[in-house]
């Protein structure tokens, strides 16, 4: 099977910064997506990861490590709209699987 | 960015029925389109693989004979829930990759509930 792990849920303060970790086991690797979903609407793509190292995305970044089969979804300067679910979904050659999502709730 | 539409967005059915959702790439040709299940508070859940011009290709424990699922054209993509059961009930939200780059381009989901 395929194995994909996040925490549940997060909370963080506005202007904070927030980590999200994401580890994974799976039968093949082309690449880890970093989506953002807000509760009934679908997600909509925030990052892509294919070699190791950290993609700097504005206030967003994500990191990644194929031999630990590990990335994390960074998350500056923390705003309100912010608070989402972030899904993190593994591309096994063109087939895609996620994680249950890691809900980040950011308070006042 | 590519965009995939997805119809209807919410549908609601007597159990028992079947319902059609359909899920289109508007601005570019898709080969491949995946469809997935999300349950409240979930993640989503792969269901299948959709492939032009063959047969989609399902994941362990979804029955093929209950989600129907025909990729007629490279643009279109249609999952159908046959003889529908409130357990079905579910969003539904189809994703097509854009070739060369990997990246997935989500509908805007089907919410069906069945009665």
């Known amino acids: 099977g395929q194995n994909i792990d996040q925490p549940t849920e997060m909370t963080a303060t506005e202007g904070a910064i927030v980590q999200i970790n994401c580890t994974y086991q799976?039968?093949?690797?082309?690449?880890l997506f970093w989506y953002q979903q807000h509760a009934g609407e679908a997600p909509t793509f925030l990052s892509y990861?294919?070699?190791?190292g950290l993609e700097e995305k504005g206030r967003f970044s994500s990191f990644l490590s194929r031999s630990k089969g590990y990335s994390y979804l960074l998350l500056k300067e923390l705003q309100m709209k912010d608070s989402a679910s972030y899904l993190c979904?593994?591309?096994?050659?063109?087939?895609?699987?996620f994680g249950s999502g890691t809900k980040l709730n950011v308070k006042p | 960015g590519a965009v995939v539409s997805q119809h209807p967005s919410r549908v609601i059915c007597k159990s028992g029925t079947s319902v059609k959702i359909e899920c289109r790439s508007l601005?570019?040709?898709?080969?491949?389109m995946f469809w997935y299940r999300q349950f409240p508070k979930q993640s989503l859940m792969l269901m299948a693989t959709?492939?032009?011009?063959?047969?989609?290709?399902?994941e362990q424990g979804v029955e093929k004979d209950k989600f129907l699922i025909n990729h007629a054209s490279l643009t279109l993509s249609t999952l159908t829930v046959t003889s529908a059961h409130p357990e079905d009930s579910s969003f539904y939200i189809c994703?097509?990759?854009?070739?060369?780059?990997?990246?997935?381009?989500f509908g805007e989901g089907s919410r069906l509930t069945v009665l």
């Open positions: 990861n294919v070699l190791d």
């Open positions: 601005d570019f040709q898709a080969t491949t």
């Open positions: 979904a593994v591309d096994n050659f063109n087939k895609f699987y």
């Open positions: 799976t039968s093949g690797f082309n690449g």
């Open positions: 959709s492939n032009e011009g063959s047969k989609a290709t399902y």
């Open positions: 994703s097509a990759s854009l070739v060369g780059t990997g990246e997935l381009f």
